[in-house]
């Protein structure tokens, strides 16, 4: 069926999640939803499959009902989009359609990747939402273990209430990590899922810190909850203004 959600059996996933899946935050203004995992390939490896949505996306999470259907193009303005093939029964003429889930804002290849869009029933809403992914070395692993870190930040207005849809976009986001953790192999070294709490990525064996979040890993700074408004403020344009600065030698417009 065509109009299949993104989220339609987020409650029926019976998947392993990543060793960290949290929303981190939420109001009546928005969420942010954060997964994390650790895989067994180098940075550019994962990129590569991070970037290639058709062989990990779960179809029962896109429009088509197939996740063959999905393309993403890893440079700035790029599409993360998908193809709705005509009806079997459509007119020769009729031409196939298409979807822009999100669009690529930031790309640093093997590093970073961020896009900007509304995933799933949040695409007919008012809000505006923003995803980075980052890919980092894990210390001592000579390269050939990365941790993933995908963070997404929604506010505006919708017409649903933060408790219902932060949890259903958090499973899967998390099911779609573990997707994509299964494609590439699971580190040997991350921890089990659920031998830590969800505020402790599989990354803290690594020495990384439990509340690093993909700003932080940008070099740059996001507050945690508890954080005033004013530091908040900061958040994930702080980070891209300090690398701005630090390479250019000037800061952004």
């Known amino acids: 069926m065509r109009n299949i959600s993104i989220f339609a059996a987020a409650g029926l996933c019976s998947l392993a999640v990543p060793a960290s899946a949290e929303v981190i935050q939420k109001s009546d203004a928005g969420f942010i939803s954060r997964v994390a995992d650790e895989v067994a390939a180098s940075p550019a490896d994962a990129w590569k499959a991070f970037t290639s949505p058709a062989l990990w996306w779960n179809s029962q999470h896109t429009f088509s009902g197939n996740s063959a259907n999905l393309t993403m193009d890893a440079v700035a303005n790029g599409c993360f989009c998908e193809k709705l093939p005509a009806p079997k029964d459509a007119p020769p003429t009729q031409k196939a359609g298409s979807v822009m889930h999100m669009r690529v804002i930031y790309a640093e290849p093997y590093r970073a990747l961020r896009l900007s869009g509304g995933l799933g029933p949040l695409q007919s809403e008012a809000i505006n939402g923003t995803m980075t992914v980052t890919f980092k070395p894990v210390d001592g692993s000579g390269g050939k273990r990365t941790r993933i870190l995908w963070e997404y930040v929604v506010g505006g207005f919708m017409r649903y209430k933060a408790d219902t849809i932060s949890g259903a976009v958090d499973k899967v986001l998390a099911e779609q990590l573990a997707g994509l953790t299964r494609l590439i192999g699971p580190s040997p070294e ?42 908040a403020g900061e958040s994930v344009k702080a980070a891209l203004d300090k690398m701005f600065i630090g390479k250019q030698g000037r800061s952004t417009p």
């Open 190 to 231: 991350a921890a089990p899922v659920g031998e830590i709490g969800p505020e402790k990525g599989a990354s803290e064996k690594a020495g990384d810190s439990p509340e690093s979040s993909a700003a932080d890993e940008l070099d740059g700074y996001t507050p945690q909850p508890g954080s005033d408004d004013a530091a």
